[in-house]
T-cell receptor
């Protein structure tokens, strides 16, 4: 299947910006997603970007997509302790059943 | 998302037992999915269903079966549980539009001893 990769851990200080990176292999991806998983909870959709876009901004969140390098990033401005969670990127390939292929998740720790 | 519910939330069972995990949704979506989450592996798709009569295997369907009892209900069964099926299981739903954003339930933590 498609390969979606993320680094496992990221630590930042409160108030700094966090950048979580993701690479994928399927060039036919239609949508790319970022989900957040807080401890003991399910996955919460944070944002998504359509594959013909380069950037999407939503309040403190900025998603950048480099289609040539198949690289997706999520920037969280002014990171807060409540942002501590696991962040998953996922891609929806053009073919298939709207299946999502998930990365391993990046555990973000915000240091007060 | 409160529109997608899973029962039970936690379950401990023994090797060889039959287990059923249930998922219900009030979002009116026609597509439903079962994933398992293991540390360091992300989420992997077990089964998915486009509608009541359309059920498909995902990446890791061996050892699992599903039943789509109604548009709103999708259950996952482990016929004879084994310890390496210890994981966090998520149900998700989506509609049939392009992209198909998926909405997840809160998860069921299953431990097989």
């Amino acid at each position: 299947g498609e390969d979606v990769e993320q680094s496992l851990f990221l630590s930042v200080r409160e108030g700094d910006s966090s950048v979580i990176n993701c690479t994928y292999t399927d060039s036919s991806s239609t949508y790319l997603y970022w989900y957040k998983q807080e401890p003991g909870a399910g996955l919460q959709l944070l944002t998504y970007i359509f594959s013909n876009m380069d950037m999407k901004q939503d309040q403190r969140l900025t998603v950048l997509l480099n289609k040539k390098d198949k690289h997706l990033s999520l920037r969280i401005a002014d990171t807060q302790t409540g942002d501590s969670a696991i962040y998953f990127c996922a891609e929806a390939p053009l073919t298939g059943a709207n299946n999502l292929f998930f990365g391993t998740g990046t555990r973000l720790t915000v240091i007060p | 998302d409160a529109d997608v519910t899973q029962t039970p939330r936690n379950r401990i069972t023994k090797t060889g037992k039959r287990i059923m995990l249930e998922c219900s949704q009030t979002k009116g979506h026609d597509r439903m999915y079962w994933y398992r989450q293991d540390p360091g592996l992300g989420l992997r798709l077990i089964y998915y269903s486009f509608d009541v009569k359309d059920i498909n295997k995902g990446e890791i369907s061996d050892g699992y079966s599903v039943s789509r009892q109604a548009q709103a209900k999708f259950s996952l069964s482990l016929e004879s549980a084994i310890p390496n099926q210890t994981a966090l299981y998520f149900c998700a739903t989506s509609d049939s539009t392009g992209g198909g954003t998926q909405y997840f339930g809160p998860g069921t933590r299953l431990t097989v001893l």
